[in-house]
C-alpha cells in the first residue's frame, strides 16, 4: 500500500467514525427529547416500531396520524408528570428529534410532523437521510385566533392554489376573502415569504411569493406577488436580493427598549426571517434537503405547508 494509499483509507475511516458519531447522538433518546424515526417502511419512536409506513401513514388522508399520535401523546404526558414531581413547570414546550428517510415523500412527512405537533411537541430538531451533521430546528406558525388572524391565515392558504404562471394574486382574486374580511387585511403588513417548487418539461421550476406592500410603508396590501425562476442559480440571487432589502428596511432609526421587544416578539413569530416551504405531496425529502440546507445558511427559521 502506497503513502497515499495508506492516507486516502485513514481519512475515509476517520470521515466514517465521525459521521456514526453524529448519527449515534442525534439517534440516542434523553428524557426530556424522544426520537421519532420515520423511514419508507417503518416508523419507530425510541427504537420501538409503531406501525408500517404505507399503511399508517401513506394511505390515510388525515393530518392526525392516530397511532403515532397516540403514543407520542403518551410519551408527552409522561414527561409533565416526571417535570411536575421535579417542581417544574409542566407546559415546558416539548422537545422531540425527528429523523426522516431521504425517500420518504413530503407528505408523508408532513402528516408525521402534524402528528408530532397535535402530540404537544413544538421544539422540533430534524434531520433529513443519511446528513446527521446538518440538522434543523423548525419554526412551528402561530395562529392569531382573533377574527383579523384567522382571515390572514386563510389568506395565506389560498397562494397555494395558484403557483403556476402566476405574477399577481391580488386581494379582489381572492374569492374565498369576502368584502368585509377584505378591509380586515389591508393593513397587513407581513413580509409572508413562501418558497416551492414544481416540475416543468425536464426541470424544475421555483416558485417565490411574497407580500411587496412590506417593502413599501404606507402602502395597502394588495394580495401577493409571484416570481418564477427555471434556473436555481437565477432564484438564490432573488433570495440574497429579498435578504439585502429586509436588512435595509429594518436599518432605520433608533428605537426604545420597549420598541425593540416588540419588534424581536413579532419577528419571532411571523418575521421577515421566516419561510414558508409548501411542496407537492409527492416530492422526496432528498429534493428539498438541499433547499433547506441553503436557506438555513441565510438565516431563515422554516415553517411548512402542503399544496
Not at 470521515?15 to 423511514?39: G, H, I, R
Not at 436580493?241 to 419577528?267: C, F, N
Request: glycine share 4%; aromatic share 12%.
Amino acid at each position: 500500500m502506497t503513502r497515499l494509499s495508506a492516507y486516502i483509507l485513514f481519512l475515509s475511516l476517520f470521515l466514517l467514525a465521525a459521521c456514526d458519531s453524529d448519527k449515534n447522538a442525534f439517534m440516542t433518546p434523553k428524557p426530556d427529547e424522544p426520537v421519532l424515526d420515520v423511514n419508507v417502511d417503518e416508523y419507530s419512536l425510541n427504537g420501538t416500531v409503531l406501525g408500517k409506513t404505507a399503511t399508517d401513514i401513506s394511505a390515510i388522508d388525515s393530518l392526525q396520524i392516530e397511532p403515532l399520535y397516540k403514543e407520542l401523546r403518551k410519551t408527552r404526558e409522561h414527561e409533565q408528570i416526571e417535570e411536575l414531581k421535579t417542581q417544574q413547570v409542566a407546559d415546558r414546550p416539548g422537545k422531540i428529534k425527528l429523523h426522516v428517510d431521504e425517500n420518504l415523500s413530503y407528505g408523508d412527512f408532513y402528516k408525521s410532523l402534524s402528528s408530532t405537533i397535535y402530540a404537544g411537541y413544538v421544539v422540533i430538531s430534524y434531520a433529513i437521510g443519511s446528513n446527521y451533521k446538518d440538522v434543523f430546528r423548525l419554526s412551528i406558525p402561530s395562529t392569531n385566533y382573533m377574527w383579523c388572524g384567522l382571515v390572514i391565515l386563510r389568506m395565506k392558504g389560498l397562494r397555494y392554489k395558484y403557483l403556476r404562471n402566476r405574477q399577481k394574486l391580488s386581494l379582489a382574486e381572492m374569492s374565498e376573502i369576502d368584502v368585509k374580511d377584505r378591509e380586515c387585511v389591508e393593513d397587513h403588513e407581513t413580509l409572508d415569504l413562501l418558497l416551492s417548487f414544481y416540475r416543468k418539461d425536464d426541470g424544475i421550476a421555483y416558485v417565490v411569493s411574497l407580500n411587496e406592500a412590506y417593502f413599501n410603508k404606507g402602502s395597502r396590501f394588495d394580495g401577493y406577488n409571484f416570481y418564477t425562476f427555471n434556473d436555481e442559480n437565477d432564484l438564490w440571487k432573488f433570495i440574497e436580493d429579498v435578504r439585502s432589502r429586509v436588512e435595509r428596511q429594518t436599518e432605520k432609526k433608533p428605537e426604545t427598549k420597549q420598541d425593540r421587544v416588540l419588534r424581536l416578539l413579532i419577528d419571532a413569530l411571523d418575521g421577515p426571517n421566516k419561510i414558508t416551504l409548501v411542496f407537492e405531496k409527492d416530492v422526496l425529502m432528498k429534493d428539498i434537503a438541499p433547499i433547506i440546507k441553503k436557506l438555513n445558511t441565510y438565516g431563515y427559521r422554516f415553517a411548512f405547508d402542503l399544496d
